[in-house]
Nanobody
């Protein structure tokens, strides 16, 4: 069973930085994708960035150049380093995983496929 638990975020001033973490378990390490998404509505999430089991990363336009996704397999933890934050970055950030791995999980621009496991999310509030 795949489990994802986010932490980090909170309140940040515009121009500041924060780092989100997602502790994951239950994935087959030979093939998977992990990603960060921002929840736009109860039924829709916008992709932020993904990383796959080969270490390849993809970024959506939102946050590109300002956000960095990474993982530490020794700690079973996914990260999202967020810098130069803007008030529009405010939202609930959710960690998600795809247990099938590439090519069944992809991110191109704002379009993505896959991701069948979702965390509960962590809030980021950026004030001006």
């Amino acid at each position: 069973q795949v489990e994802l638990v986010e932490s980090g975020g909170g309140s940040v001033q515009a121009g500041g930085s924060t780092k989100l973490s997602c502790k994951f378990s239950g994935l087959d390490y030979s093939a998977y994708c992990l990603g960060w998404f921002r929840r736009a509505s109860p039924s829709k999430s916008d992709a932020v960035a993904i990383i796959d089991s080969d270490g390849a990363t993809s970024y959506a336009d939102l946050g590109k150049g300002r956000f960095t996704i990474s993982e530490d397999r020794s700690k079973n933890t996914l990260y999202l380093q967020m810098t130069d934050l803007e008030p529009d970055d405010t939202g609930e950030y959710v960690c998600a995983a795809d247990s099938a791995g590439p090519p069944y999980c992809q991110l191109r621009g704002s379009w993505y496929i896959g991701f069948n496991h979702w965390g509960k999310g962590t809030q980021v509030a950026v004030s001006s």
